[in-house]
């Protein structure tokens, strides 16, 4: 997904006035058949929020949780089983493991 994509697709989710859970479920689901060529690349574009989001607004929140899930893709296809975490209370947003 281009860096242009993914913004496109959450301006198009913070419109529809979800509840985060249901954002992050949504952006998962985008990114359930990604390649590994598409998250290679996604990884290149992702390093900076962009401008166009505010601070602390919900564009950035779930542009957070994009770059999360893309973490989290990388790890497994790296032979790390992860997961991306859903609560927030002072833990990773990742947490992956090489099953020893």
Do not use: W
Request: proline letters at 1%; aromatic letters at 6%; glycine letters at 6%.
């Amino acid at each position: 997904m281009t860096r242009k994509q993914i913004i496109i697709l959450i301006g198009k989710l913070v419109s529809e006035k979800l509840v985060f859970d249901d954002y992050s479920k949504r952006i998962e689901k985008e990114l359930s058949d990604l390649s590994l060529d598409q998250i290679k690349e996604s990884l290149l574009e992702c390093g900076v929020i962009p401008e166009s989001f505010g601070h602390d607004s919900t564009e950035e929140k779930i542009y957070s949780k994009y770059t999360d899930i893309l973490l989290s893709k990388s790890l497994n296809f790296l032979g790390i089983k992860s997961i991306v975490v859903k609560q927030r209370a002072d833990s990773a947003d990742v947490e992956g493991a090489t099953g020893e």
